[in-house]
């Protein structure tokens, strides 16, 4: 079956508009069941302009790459083991780059400081726990791990032995984290979520790699919904457009981050030069100070002798 390729944020955002595929999608990676999910793709439109333009060729108003950079944010409503509600927010971020590290603490700054991020009523109102996921296109150093887990403990310093939880100033003030490495997806298929998340497997692009050819009866049953909606995406020409508008920014991005480096070099070699003719001069300078003594010197014991010459004569 052709879908089309979620590692483009235009298809990812595509397959999370759906409230039924993105409450599979986020149950899958947290290991916890959404029952309910509100939420708001956050987008950012930044201009791109040309790489050069002079006053011959200068570009009309507007004109340059359009980026859009999609974040999630969800109030999720979860069932726990004793067959009650809690309510967090989820922050889903996406990025191929990992320069992209800033951003998401801003964003993640940001979540914690807004006062609507909570629920209840009244004096009953709790701050909501944050989950942050992150699906990179970037290694982050753990190879072998496509999908990586991090908690927040409450440890005894005592005994170092982890407390009973949950625990809510704990919950309210530090969040949990799954980060996905989906160049490490490659052949890993040892859980159902490594199963899912094989839709990044990029070796299962075709000679167009805007689309993936992949076997529905790979998935497991309730995430074929998922299958399902990325087969419309793939099946979409606006879609297919805005994947080739990615591809252009991404190749503009690329393409300043050669310039970047280049000129990064150059100054390098600059500085390095500037460095070797500091040491130069200082060891001139220290060279013309010795002179300068042994001059200084010599005058002395030519001043003595002429002293000596004098006293002989008299």
Not at 10 to 16: A, D, G, I
Not at 162 to 170: D, H, K, R
Request: aromatic letters at 8%; a negative charge; charged letters at 35%.
């Amino acid at each position: 079956m052709y879908i089309a390729n979620p590692i483009y944020d235009t298809v990812f955002k595509f397959m999370m508009e759906d409230n039924k595929v993105a409450k599979a999608f986020l149950s899958a990676i947290i290991q916890e069941k959404v029952t309910e999910l509100d939420f708001a793709a956050q987008e950012h439109t930044i201009r791109v302009p040309p790489k050069k333009e002079t006053e011959r060729e200068k570009k009309p108003e507007g004109s340059g790459l359009n980026l859009t950079v999609c974040r999630f944010d969800f109030s999720a409503r979860i069932s726990t083991p004793e067959g009650g509600y809690r309510t967090v927010l989820i922050e889903l971020q996406k990025a191929k780059l990992a320069s992209d590290i800033m951003r998401f603490r801003r964003y993640l700054g940001l979540n914690y400081k807004n006062p609507n991020n909570a629920y209840g009523e009244g004096n009953d109102r709790k701050a909501c726990q944050i989950y942050c996921i992150f699906l990179l296109g970037c290694g982050i150093g753990f190879p072998g791990s496509p999908v990586i887990r991090v908690d927040s403990a409450a440890i005894d310093v005592a005994t170092d032995n982890p407390l009973p939880g949950p625990n809510e100033f704990v919950d309210s003030l530090h969040h949990r984290s799954w980060i996905v490495q989906t160049e490490q997806l490659k052949s890993r298929r040892r859980t159902d979520l490594e199963k899912l998340l094989s839709i990044f497997d990029q070796d299962n692009r075709t000679k167009d790699h805007h689309i993936l050819n992949v076997d529905e009866d790979d998935f497991p049953e309730e995430y074929r919904s998922i299958i399902r909606r990325l087969r419309m995406a793939f099946e979409s020409e606006d879609i297919q457009i805005e994947m080739e508008m990615e591809d252009d920014y991404l190749k503009e991005l690329q393409d300043r981050e050669r310039e970047v480096a280049e000129k990064e070099k150059v100054i390098e070699k600059q500085e390095k030069a500037l460095e070797e003719q500091g040491k130069a001069l200082e060891e001139q300078g220290k060279a013309l100070k010795d002179k300068d003594r042994a001059l200084e010197e010599q005058r002395r014991l030519i001043e003595e002798l002429k002293k000596q010459v004098a006293g002989i004569r008299k």
